[in-house]
């Protein structure tokens, strides 16, 4: 009960909060270089997570109904008859079973859904690595700044080197 509220609530926030407008198809590049990609392969590492945490709720949830269900048999062995068609006999204990097996099958379906979430946040993180593939060409000069010298005679100072342009 507590994975499905979780879940109306997770959707009811994603339906209410603004979400940023996509631009258009003729519209240039962003100039802090965000993308769609860029938002999607978080918002997919954050579903996975969530799923994940649903999913473990659920399992945790299951353990602890097939727990009480063993600890009433083990209490009355007389109720856990079981059936020619593999069902209690004991109505009471054939719901609980059903129980089990519904939070154990959300269990399972969150955790497939986590691990989707996983690998589809894994291809989007690799699309956004793609671009330029060399870097911007930013000259180094060597004989401007802060650095150590060392001396002839083995000492090492720490210096600061001003260009200078000559006339």
Request: glycine fraction near 10%.
């Given at each position: 009960?507590?994975?499905?509220?979780?879940?109306?609530?997770?959707?009811?926030?994603?339906?209410?909060?603004?979400?940023?407008?996509?631009?258009?198809?003729?519209?240039?590049?962003?100039?802090?270089?965000?993308?769609?990609?860029?938002?999607?392969?978080?918002?997919?590492?954050?579903?996975?997570?969530?799923?994940?945490?649903?999913?473990?709720?659920?399992?945790?949830?299951?353990?602890?109904?097939?727990?009480?269900?063993?600890?009433?048999?083990?209490?009355?062995?007389?109720?856990?008859?079981?059936?020619?068609?593999?069902?209690?006999?004991?109505?009471?204990?054939?719901?609980?079973?059903?129980d089990v097996l519904?939070?154990?099958?959300?269990?399972?379906?969150?955790?497939?859904?986590?691990?989707?979430?996983v690998a589809a946040?894994?291809?989007?993180?690799?699309?956004?690595?793609?671009?330029?593939?060399?870097?911007?060409?930013?000259?180094?000069?060597?004989?401007?700044?802060?650095?150590?010298?060392?001396?002839?005679?083995?000492?090492?100072?720490?210096?600061?080197?001003?260009?200078?342009?000559?006339?």
């Amino acid at each position: 009960m507590r994975t499905h509220l979780a879940l109306r609530g997770a959707l009811a926030a994603a339906l209410v909060l603004p979400a940023p407008a996509l631009g258009q198809a003729g519209e240039p590049p962003r100039p802090d270089g965000a993308s769609v990609i860029s938002y999607a392969k978080w918002g997919a590492l954050g579903a996975a997570v969530t799923a994940g945490v649903i999913g473990f709720s659920a399992h945790r949830d299951a353990d602890e109904l097939f727990t009480n269900l063993e600890a009433l048999c083990e209490a009355d062995a007389a109720r856990c008859v079981v059936g020619p068609a593999g069902s209690y006999l004991d109505a009471d204990l054939e719901g609980r079973y059903r129980d089990v097996l519904d939070a154990d099958s959300r269990a399972r379906t969150a955790l497939i859904v986590s691990q989707v979430a996983v690998a589809a946040s894994l291809a989007l993180f690799l699309l956004d690595l793609g671009g330029d593939s060399e870097p911007d060409n930013v000259p180094y000069d060597p004989d401007r700044g802060f650095g150590f010298r060392s001396g002839a005679d083995g000492r090492t100072e720490f210096v600061y080197v001003m260009p200078w342009k000559g006339f």
